[in-house]
């Protein structure tokens, strides 16, 4: 089975890519054919690999992407992809060294799962406040942890109700060479699509889309196992308090429209909208700081879901 990993970039830090691409370089149990796919998408200067021995992974290419945005620098790498599975890498995980092979051998096992995901650890550049690690809070980060147990959902019947909580994210996710071209066909002819990061916008949810369009809609599964495992390096830049309230904010805000263009959730008006959040800030007792990022989850959910009408 044939795998090809993606790794969209914007102006991207050298020596975490590099450990990025280590890690791959360093894979083990390979028995199949893989790629590995640079995106630049529209970096200042243009992204150069590095060429210190034993860095790069066979078969290692950069392809530009001039239009800014996480998702349009991920649909170029699927155009570009020639494998049976596409696995997202961000420029900034570093993969466990047995990764593609657990990742190869569950697709192969499970031919109804559709997409997967993982394991996602934190490794801070800077200490992190207590309240962020709590569950409450550590998946604004991308960390993901759902126990020991392999998890996969049933498309008839769950994620017509509720999209599934453990539902992979871009972060290390597997997807099926079917569901590709099915999201990119139809991303050819659809009006309006979620896109995550653009530029200085930090709304999320692009790859919640492409659950759907690959596999949910398909009536295929979506999985979680704990062998597969990353390292997310999270600079300090992403633990200040004004990072964290805008990413929490607008991040609330396009999981909202996404909820709403999938049926999971419906309109509401802006009255409505407002009085849950004055509710909420009492609720929540929004005055401490870890309670306040919460409130801007709440505000910006619920505001969204008032521009959804």
């Known amino acids: 089975m044939r795998l090809s990993i993606i790794i969209p970039t914007h102006n991207p830090d050298p020596s975490r890519l590099q450990r990025v691409l280590h890690a791959l370089a360093v894979q083990q149990h ?4 893989w790629e590995v796919i640079v995106v630049d ?18 078969n290692c290419r950069v392809v530009r992407q001039p239009r800014v945005g996480l998702t349009y620098a991920r649909e170029t790498g699927m155009r570009e992809a020639r494998g049976e599975l596409w696995i997202s890498v961000d420029d900034d995980n570093v993969l466990d060294a047995g990764y593609l092979a657990v990742a190869s051998a569950f697709m192969a ?3 109804e799962v559709g997409a997967l995901g993982g394991r996602i650890i934190a490794e801070f550049a800077a200490p992190a406040p207590a309240w962020l690690l709590t569950p409450d809070h550590a998946w604004r980060l991308a960390l993901r942890d759902f126990g020991p147990a392999v998890l996969i959902s049933t498309a008839r019947t769950e994620a017509l109700r509720s999209y599934p909580h453990f539902a992979p994210i871009g972060a290390g996710m597997i997807l099926r060479r079917t569901g590709i071209e099915r999201y990119l066909q139809w991303a050819e002819q659809a009006e309006k699509r979620l896109t995550d990061r653009q530029g200085g916008h930090l709304g ?8 759907m369009q690959t596999t949910l809609l398909a009536q295929m599964e979506v999985a979680y196992s704990p ?3 990353m390292l997310h390096l999270i600079p300090e830049t992403r633990l200040r308090y004004r990072y964290l309230r805008r990413l929490t904010f607008q991040g609330a805000a396009t999981w909202a429209e996404f909820q709403c263009r999938y049926g999971y959730d419906k309109p509401i008006s802006r009255v409505r909208a407002v009085a849950r959040c004055v509710r909420a800030f009492f609720f929540l007792s929004a ?13 910006g959910y619920n505001l969204s879901l008032a521009r959804q009408k």
């Open 287 to 299: 005055w401490s700081p870890d309670r306040f990022i919460q409130w801007c989850d709440t505000c």
């Open 109 to 111: 096992a499970h031919p």
């Open 41 to 58: 998408n529209a970096s200042s200067p243009p992204v150069e690999l590095p060429t210190e021995s034993g860095t790069l992974p066979p």
């Open 204 to 211: 999320t949810c692009g790859d919640s889309e492409l659950v």
């Open 227 to 229: 062998a597969l495992s």
């Open 30 to 33: 390979i028995d199949f054919k």
